[in-house]
């Protein structure tokens, strides 16, 4: 017999390792941590079953997640639409129906293509063992007009147990044919209609139409996804210390967040320079954050864009943030540099090196490299005195395993890739996700949380005290950044 409180998600097929973090951060930011239970959630699959407290609850998860198609009240399920008939029929559900409603009944199959004439004789079976003319139910095919709204859904997998991901095939030259793959249908849903997630949002943020890009601009749905990471809401305050093009502040700004933002690049900022858009020499004037932000109608979201240094303080310290969503430069499509002095080693006569400043161009300044190893543990410190208690820390970091994954399971693989994320001991890990984008490079989306405001209390002689400490060798040596720095080294060495 199915569970009252049984639902049925049908999520996007894109991001695959988003999606259910995205649903948990939800679920916790609506007040109801590990609300989703008794899931059957797989990355194979769109379509999963699981409980919730209530309608309500599953309205509000449908509200915020991007990831998400909708939400029905699961009605009945089986291995085959046949069973799932016989299903029904011993189940009795009580629908509400009353004599002369309209409905409809939508056909979804995930891993498998039908034909309209199948779709239709699906939908015929379904009629008949619901009762709907017994009823005297009305078809309506208008999703505003009608009334009661059902989803059908198949769930067809590959029959392979063992799945190569496209990344780790190996080319070599050879042409080699592939034998098609064994799909088996694993399970049928038949549910009721509850609510739409907020997929379809995505487009009105397309990169195509926005006024102000760059090479670097992060997809739209990413950014939305950043924002639910870092429980964004219409009470937020949120930074961006890389802001680049402000693609981040957009998706922040959706959800409702107040945004600000910093840049070492001026000519970024200030709307000058080059353009990253075909035929088009010099950028615009109006090719600026705030213009883009106006285009979405959310102008009065924006509160400023600095030009600063993220290697240096320029903020101080009881400025407090309640999300920091930043994507730091890895310097591969962008170079990571920062505002210093060029040094350079001499060697004294009795062997000793010291560090000479290079002042042949006097005192302009110069920018120089930021090791990215340096960025992350910097970006750790920053969080750490700029987040509010509870505030979240949301980033990408780029990663080079050199492991043969095959060889793998995936929790060896989460056991590998953790070791990666930096640590900072005022910050705890909430959750990491991986993009796979080479056969041995990926990114992480890295969520942290602050746990403890310890310095909130300091006087400002303990404070400069703290900031002392920062920069002592002890603290420098505490930064494990040679794995870090190691990225860039790898990701342009020549392959064997």
């Avoid at 029905?72 to 559900?93: F, M, P, T």
């Avoid at 003319?133 to 009305?138: A, D, T, V």
């Avoid at 002689?461 to 860039?488: G, K, P, V, Y």
Wanted: a neutral charge; glycine letters at 4%; hydrophobic letters at 35%.
């Amino acid at each position: 017999m199915i569970n009252d409180n049984l639902y049925l998600f049908h999520l996007t097929h894109d991001y695959l390792e988003f999606r259910f973090p995205e649903l948990q951060v939800i679920c916790e930011s609506i007040g109801h941590s590990n609300c989703i239970t008794s899931h059957t959630y797989t990355d194979e699959s769109p379509l999963f079953t699981c409980n919730l407290p209530s309608d309500k609850i599953a309205n509000q998860i449908g509200e915020r997640s991007f990831l998400l198609k909708s939400i029905s009240k699961l009605i009945s399920q089986g291995n085959s639409l046949d069973d799932l008939i016989a299903n029904i029929e011993q189940e009795n559900n009580q629908m509400d129906l009353t004599k002369g409603d309209t409905f409809k009944i939508d056909v979804y199959s995930y891993g498998k293509i039908y034909s309209q004439e199948e779709k239709l004789q699906k939908i015929e079976k379904l009629v008949d063992a619901l009762k709907f003319e017994e009823k005297e139910l009305k078809v309506c095919l208008n999703d505003k007009l009608v009334k009661h709204k059902f989803f059908y859904a198949e769930e067809w997998i590959q029959s392979d147990e063992k799945f190569v991901h496209e990344f780790d095939k190996v080319n070599d030259g050879t042409e080699t044919t592939k034998a098609p793959s064994t799909k088996y249908l694993r399970r049928c849903y038949i549910g009721k209609f509850l609510c739409n997630g907020q997929s379809s949002v995505v487009f009105k943020y397309n990169l195509k139409d926005r006024g102000f890009i760059g090479n670097t601009s992060m997809d739209p749905l990413l950014s939305l996804v950043m924002a639910n990471m870092g429980n964004v809401n219409s009470t937020s305050f949120v930074y961006d210390p890389f802001v680049g093009t402000g693609s981040l502040l957009v998706g922040a700004a959706h959800c409702g967040a107040h945004v600000a933002g910093a840049d070492l690049d001026y000519n970024l900022v200030h709307s000058r320079g080059l353009s990253s858009r075909m035929g088009q020499k010099y950028r615009r004037k109006d090719e600026t954050i705030r213009n883009n932000l106006k285009q979405y109608g959310f102008e009065s979201k924006y509160l400023d864009i600095l030009a600063a240094d993220f290697s240096s303080k320029y903020i101080r310290d009881n400025f407090k943030f309640d999300a920091i969503i930043t994507d730091p430069p890895y310097g591969i499509r962008e170079k990571a540099k920062k505002l210093g002095s060029k040094k350079q080693t001499k060697t004294l006569e009795n062997n000793d090196e010291i560090i000479v400043e290079d002042d042949k161009h006097g005192n302009f300044v110069k920018h120089i490299k930021y090791n990215l190893g340096d960025i992350f543990y910097d970006l750790l410190d920053f969080a750490s005195k700029h987040l509010v208690l509870e505030g979240r820390l949301v980033f990408w970091l780029p990663v080079y395993m050199e492991e043969d994954r095959n060889k793998l399971s995936l929790e060896e693989i989460r056991d590998i890739l953790v070791k990666f994320i930096p640590k900072h001991e005022d910050l705890i890990l909430s959750s990491f996700s991986e993009q796979r984008l080479t056969k041995f490079t990926s990114r992480l989306l890295v969520t942290m949380k602050k746990k403890t405001d310890k310095n909130d209390n300091l006087t400002n002689l303990d404070r400069l005290a703290i900031n002392d400490a920062f920069n002592t060798e002890l603290h420098q040596s505490n930064r494990n950044t040679d794995i870090l720095n190691q990225f860039r080294d790898k990701y342009f060495a020549p392959k064997k």
